[in-house]
C-alpha cells in the first residue's frame, strides 16, 4: 500500500484523547455512538458501572435490613403485649375454664362460651387480670338437703337440728390457750369457733388481767342441779355454741354479763360470737336474757346483727330482703363482703358466685340460703 493509500485509510478512525477517568486510548464506533444517544445512562466506564451496581446493592440491603428491624421490633412489641395483657384480655372477653376452687360437694357451672363483661375503670390496686375474673360469675349447684348444713341454721321446734346440721368438731382442749379454763378436757367445738375463741379469751385477758372464764359445755353441757348453765339449747347439737361460766374462790359461777367480764357480750362480735339470746329480745326469741350462751356465726355476720340490732332470728327474716343483684354490704377488716339470700328450688338450687373471690354459703334450715362473697384483692 503506497502511503497517499494509508493516510487515506487512517482519515476512517476517529481519534479519542485520554480522558480524565481513563488511562486508556478509548475508541467508539459509530454504533456505539448511536446507542448512547438512546441511552444516556448507560455507563460509559467500569468504574461507573461498578458505582451502579454498589448503589443498587446498598439500596436493597438498606431496604432489607428496615423490613428486618421492623420484624423484629413488632415481635418483641408483641410479646410484651402478650406477657401483660393477653391473660387478661383473654378473660375479660371469653371464660373457658376453671379459676377458683368450690366446696368439694358442689358442682358448678360456668359461664356460657362468649360470655362478655362492660369495661369499667380500674380501681386503686386492681389489675385487669383481677377486674376480669371479678366480673365472671360462676354457681354453686345445691341440693334441698343442703339447706340444713352450714353455721346459720335458725333450730327451733319446728326445725330441728339434722344430721347434716352438725359440724364436724375437735378438742378445744387440744388447741386452746392460756387464757380460759375447760370444765373437762373432752369437750369438742367447730375448729373455726375453737380459733376465735382463743383470740376472743386472749384479748379479754391482755385487757383485763384475769383468766377466770370457764367454757361449762358445748355439744352437750350439764343443766342438772347446781349447774351455771341450767338449760340446754338443741342448736348446742350444730357444735357452733359455748356456754361460759366463771372460776371465782375456787369455785364456779354463772356468767351474768356483768361488770368486767361484761367485756365478752359487748365485743364477742368482733370475734364472730352473738349472744344467742340478748337482752330487749325476747317477744322474738322466746326467751329473756341469755349471756353465758354463746353462738358463733363469723365475723361477718356478727357485724351484720350488731350494726343492725338484730338478734339471729331477725337476722334470718332481714336477709331474704338481699339478692345477689342487691346485696348487704358489710366491711370487717377493710374487706367488703357481700351477703344475699338465694331461695330453695324444688331440686337444684344454684347460688351465685364470684369466679375470682371468697365463698361461703350456709343454709338457714328453713327454706333457702345465705351466701357470703368476697372479691379477691
Known amino acids: 500500500m503506497s502511503l497517499p ?3 487515506k485509510e487512517r482519515t476512517n478512525y476517529q481519534h479519542y484523547p485520554i480522558t480524565d477517568r481513563n488511562t486508556t486510548l478509548s475508541y467508539q464506533s459509530a454504533d456505539a455512538e448511536a446507542y448512547d444517544t438512546i441511552s444516556p445512562a448507560y455507563p460509559k466506564t467500569r468504574e ?44 375479660i372477653t371469653t371464660n373457658h375454664g376453671k379459676f377458683a376452687a368450690r366446696p368439694s360437694n358442689a358442682a358448678v357451672e360456668y359461664v356460657p362460651e362468649g360470655a362478655t363483661t362492660p369495661y369499667s375503670p380500674l380501681a386503686k390496686g386492681e389489675t385487669h387480670t383481677q377486674v376480669a375474673l371479678n366480673e365472671f360469675q360462676m354457681t354453686d349447684t345445691l341440693t334441698k338437703d343442703d339447706i340444713h348444713r352450714g353455721r346459720m341454721l ?12 352438725r359440724s364436724d368438731t375437735i378438742r378445744i382442749s387440744d388447741t386452746m390457750n392460756g387464757y380460759y379454763a375447760l ?5 369438742r367445738l367447730d375448729p373455726e369457733a ?34 351455771c348453765c341450767p338449760e340446754y339449747f338443741p342448736e348446742s347439737q350444730t357444735g357452733c355454741t359455748v356456754d361460759l361460766a366463771v372460776s371465782m374462790g375456787g369455785g364456779l359461777l354463772p356468767y351474768d354479763g356483768e361488770d368486767v367480764q361484761g367485756w365478752i357480750v359487748d365485743h364477742c362480735a368482733e370475734y364472730g360470737f352473738i349472744v344467742r339470746y340478748p337482752e330487749n329480745k325476747a317477744s322474738v326469741t322466746g326467751k329473756g336474757y341469755i349471756p353465758w350462751h354463746l353462738r358463733y356465726v363469723g365475723k361477718v355476720h356478727a357485724a ?27 366491711t370487717v377488716d377493710d ?7 338465694t331461695k330453695a328450688e ?14 361461703e354459703v350456709s343454709g338457714n334450715n328453713t327454706d333457702g340460703f345465705i351466701a357470703t362473697i368476697w372479691k379477691n384483692n
Not at 375453737?194 to 353441757?221: H, I, K, P, S
Not at 350494726?307 to 346485696?327: G, V
Open 154 to 165: 335458725l333450730i327451733n321446734e319446728e326445725n330441728p337440728v339434722t344430721e347434716n346440721g
Open 335 to 341: 374487706v367488703i363482703y357481700q351477703v344475699f339470700f
Open 48 to 91: 461507573d458501572s461498578r458505582r451502579s451496581r454498589s448503589g443498587r446493592y446498598e439500596r436493597r440491603s438498606t431496604m432489607l435490613n428496615t423490613a428486618l428491624w421492623g420484624l423484629y421490633i413488632f415481635a418483641i412489641g408483641g410479646a410484651a403485649f402478650n406477657a401483660v395483657f393477653r391473660k387478661s384480655t383473654y378473660e
Open 5 to 7: 493509500d494509508i493516510r
Open 194 to 227: 375453737v380459733e376465735a375463741l382463743n383470740d376472743m379469751m386472749e384479748a379479754y385477758g391482755n385487757l383485763t388481767g384475769y383468766g377466770d372464764f370457764v367454757v361449762y359445755g358445748t355439744t352437750e353441757t350439764f343443766t342438772g342441779e347446781g349447774s
Open 346 to 359: 324444688e331440686d337444684i338450687t344454684h347460688v351465685q358466685r364470684f369466679l375470682d373471690g371468697g365463698y
Open 304 to 330: 351484720a346483727m350488731a350494726k343492725n340490732n338484730l338478734c339471729f332470728d331477725e337476722y334470718i327474716s332481714f336477709i331474704r330482703r338481699y339478692t345477689y343483684d342487691d346485696p348487704l354490704l358489710v
Open 183 to 187: 370444765v373437762n378436757q373432752d369437750i
